[in-house]
């Protein structure tokens, strides 16, 4: 990996190249679509598990249903986009991956809570959220630009 510093910052060379930003926004769209039918999937085993812990539980356990999207997801993204290859399972279809600008590796703490800031602001902002890619460098989205992460094609 090419890196260099530059006023205390550690800046990746690949990820000054243009050609790894290539089709990213579609590509992104794709990958979440991907993913979300997984998600969806991941529920049917949870949901099981819920309804007969809500069953031994005369019916409290049935309260987790309100949750169990979200906390499906959250382990999903935990596990995947922190993971190794800092990548969801619909990302790595789309030959695409998190990373830091600084260079640093994407954990699961950050992969959360860049999923999290992802929803909030299409729950605020909906179009915004794409159209700022259109204006930002690196086709970067409103939740990368705060947390100082881009989305870059791994295959380049």
């Known amino acids: 990996m090419n890196t260099r510093v530059l006023d205390g910052e550690i800046i990746n060379g690949r990820l000054d190249d243009a050609r790894v930003y290539d089709g990213v926004r ?45 906390l499906v997801a959250i382990l999903y993204i935990w596990n995947t986009l922190g993971g190794e290859e800092q990548a969801t399972v619909g990302m790595r279809m789309m030959n695409i991956r998190l990373e830091r600008l600084d260079g640093r590796r994407v954990d699961g703490l950050l992969a959360v809570v860049h999923s999290v800031l992802f929803w909030a602001a299409n729950a605020i902002l909906t179009p915004l959220v794409l159209v700022v890619t259109l204006f930002a460098d690196r086709k970067r989205t409103l939740h990368d630009l705060l947390l100082g992460t881009v989305v870059a094609r791994s295959d380049r």
């Open 26 to 70: 579609s590509r992104r769209i794709f990958a979440f679509l991907i993913d979300y039918l997984i998600v969806l999937l991941l529920m049917i085993p949870f949901g099981i598990v819920v309804f007969l812990l809500g069953v031994v539980t005369l019916g409290f356990g049935w309260m987790l249903f309100g949750a169990l999207f979200p």
